[in-house]
C-alpha cells in the first residue's frame, strides 16, 4: 500500500520558519514528480511547487516563491519543503503529492498519491 505521510507542521509566529518532511513508503518515487499543495476551508486546493524526479527542477506558486524551497532525498524516499518568512496567509493544511509521471504538474489532477495533510498554523 503506497501511503505519504507528512509531519512537520505546528503554530508559528509570522517571519518564523517550518520544514515538512513528507516520508512515502509502498513505493518508490525516485522516477516521479512530486510537491506540495496547500488548502484552507472552504477553498480549492492550491499548489504551492513541485520538483522533478531528480530534483534538478523546481516550480513555484508565486506566492511562496522566494520563500519556499522544495528539496528531495531519493535514496530515503523523502520529500522537504522549507518555509522562511512565513505570513498569515500561509496557513493551510499542507499535502504532500506524488505522479505517476516525471513532469512537474500545476494542478490537483496532475498527482496520482496524496498524504492526509499537516496543519500549519502563521499567526500575526
Known amino acids: 500500500q503506497v501511503q505519504l505521510v507528512e509531519s512537520g507542521g505546528g503554530l508559528v509566529q509570522a517571519g518564523g520558519s517550518l520544514r515538512l518532511s513528507c516520508a512515502a513508503s509502498?513505493?518508490?518515487?525516485?522516477?516521479?514528480?512530486m510537491g506540495w499543495f496547500r488548502q484552507v476551508p472552504e477553498r480549492e486546493r492550491e499548489f504551492v511547487g513541485g520538483?522533478?524526479?531528480?530534483?534538478?527542477?523546481?516550480y513555484y506558486a508565486d506566492s511562496v516563491k522566494g520563500r519556499f524551497t522544495i528539496s528531495r532525498d531519493n535514496a530515503k524516499n523523502t520529500l522537504f519543503l522549507q518555509m522562511n518568512s512565513l505570513k498569515p496567509e500561509d496557513t493551510a493544511v499542507y499535502y504532500c503529492?506524488?505522479?505517476?509521471?516525471?513532469?512537474?504538474?500545476?494542478?490537483?489532477?496532475?498527482?496520482?498519491?496524496w498524504g492526509r495533510g499537516t496543519q500549519v498554523t502563521v499567526s500575526s
Open positions: 520538483i522533478s524526479y531528480n530534483g534538478a527542477t523546481t
Open positions: 503529492v506524488a505522479a505517476s509521471a516525471y513532469y512537474i504538474g500545476r494542478k490537483v489532477g496532475d498527482y496520482d498519491y
Open positions: 509502498g513505493r518508490t518515487f525516485s522516477t516521479n514528480a
